[in-house]
């Protein structure tokens, strides 16, 4: 669990060491608050989260201030220390055990080791042709099962499989969880999204408007607002409110080739154009798209997904490459993916930024460390598995794979 408090650098610092934090007022120190009442019971808020236990097998990281610190344990910090602390039973509930000076953690960073991974397969059923994944909330994991027409959830813990019919005609290719729990479908064959219910597995349609035919429609994401964005490779992505159902299709302004699509944590939306290779920003509002164009021409810009910093992760198909942009200062790097002829599918970041490609080229999952600049793959066991899309929760990831009729897992410890 990495926490942090949400004021000043705190939130900055936990991305850069360990990765997405989440926000927790109890870090605060006491000269952030207004009443003497609050400030007075600050240090014991702190003192409540030193003395949990973490789960098993983890560590708890808690990003706060040295006001915050000294007040809850005594000790006084220099910037870029730390101190480690454990459960106890004494009376303030914790103790100190070590403390990490800032030269420190450079010795550290070179020691660590990235996660041990082990991968486990999953059929679901013939026939399926599964192409997008979407890990729901109480652990099963939903799937597009696109040869069926179907929508597929898989449940991990029996090996069982629901399927749920969208539809004659259907051919659905993404998946995601929306902020209602409900797995949200953009079905090409239907020409339509797809809103499913995670409890009553009731189907219902949005279909595109009549003057939008086959946009031949890819993935979708949900921005801050509620709203969920969509592609189109015929040229188009969208906005449909949930709410109303009122939607609205514009024009790709290079044409054909949208495919993947996310959301960075500030909120804004991003496509990528596979025939198009280039990557846009949409403007919520006025739903114009900019360009912005990686340095490798003609590279086929297929995935994007974004890390905790707000940069973009791309699979470049056509070049065997994945690329990063950084929209702060228009500034793009690309890596060539190891191997003869790599061939990068989906993108995925983790909560602790290390980006996941899938090969075709391969057969394999390939993780790569933008810190080291190192890259390791994992050999899939079924033969061209084809995992055509990524995503994933904490130490899981999961993708499918479509030339095998399996869902599979990469389980991080």
């Known amino acids: 669990m990495l926490l942090a408090s949400p004021y000043c650098r705190t939130r900055e610092t936990a991305r850069l060491g360990f990765g997405r934090p989440r926000p927790s007022r109890d870090l605060l120190s006491a000269r952030f608050l207004a009443s003497r009442a609050a400030r007075e019971r600050q240090p014991a808020r702190l003192r409540r989260l030193l003395s949990e236990r973490p789960r098993r097998g983890t560590n708890t990281v808690l990003v706060s201030h040295n006001f915050a610190i000294e007040d809850a344990t005594g000790a006084s910090l220099a910037e870029g220390e730390a101190v480690v602390t454990a459960a106890s039973r004494g009376r303030r509930g914790f103790k100190i055990v070590a403390r990490v000076?800032?030269?420190?953690?450079?010795?550290?960073?070179?020691?660590?080791?990235?996660?041990?991974?082990?991968?486990?397969?999953?059929?679901?059923?013939?026939?399926?042709?599964p192409h997008d994944v979407a890990p729901a909330r109480d652990g099963t994991v939903w799937f597009t099962a696109q040869a069926a027409g179907e929508l597929g959830r898989l449940d991990p813990r029996t090996g069982r499989t629901r399927r749920v019919p969208l539809g004659p005609g259907s051919a659905p290719h993404g998946v995601i969880v929306g902020p209602d729990a409900a797995a949200w479908v953009t079905d090409g064959g239907l020409?339509?999204?797809v809103r499913v219910d995670a409890g009553s597995l009731r189907v219902r349609r949005f279909p595109l408007p009549r003057d939008r035919p086959a946009a031949n429609l890819n993935?979708?994401?949900f921005d801050r607002r509620g709203a969920l964005w969509f592609t189109g490779q015929a040229g188009v992505y969208g906005r449909l409110d949930p709410r109303s159902g009122r939607m609205r299709v514009f024009d790709a302004p290079l044409g054909a080739g949208p495919y993947g699509i996310a959301t960075?944590?500030?909120?804004?939306?991003?496509y990528a154009s596979l025939a198009g290779s280039h990557v846009a920003r949409i403007d919520p509002r006025s739903g114009r798209a900019d360009v912005a164009e990686p340095p490798t021409e003609g590279q086929g810009a297929r995935r994007i997904w974004a890390d905790s910093r707000g940069r973009l992760w791309v699979?470049?198909?056509n070049v065997g490459k994945v690329a990063v942009y950084d929209p702060k200062g228009g500034r793009w790097r690309e890596w060539r993916l190891p191997g003869d002829d790599p061939q990068p599918y989906a993108v995925y970041v983790d909560e602790a930024d290390l980006v996941w490609l899938t090969d075709f080229g391969a057969n394999a999952l390939v993780r790569f460390d933008p810190v080291r600049e190192r890259f390791e793959s994992f050999r899939l066991r079924s033969p061209g598995a084809s995992v055509r899309q990524l995503l994933g929760r904490p130490g899981e990831l999961w993708g499918a794979e479509s030339g095998a009729d399996r869902l599979v897992v990469a389980r991080s410890r």
């Open 191 to 193: 020409n339509a999204i």
């Open 264 to 270: 960075t944590p500030a909120g804004t939306v991003w």
């Open 219 to 221: 993935t979708a994401t």
């Open 101 to 129: 000076e800032a030269q420190e953690w450079a010795r550290l960073a070179s020691r660590s080791r990235a996660p041990r991974v082990t991968l486990r397969e999953y059929r679901v059923f013939d026939g399926a042709g």
């Open 315 to 317: 699979s470049e198909w």
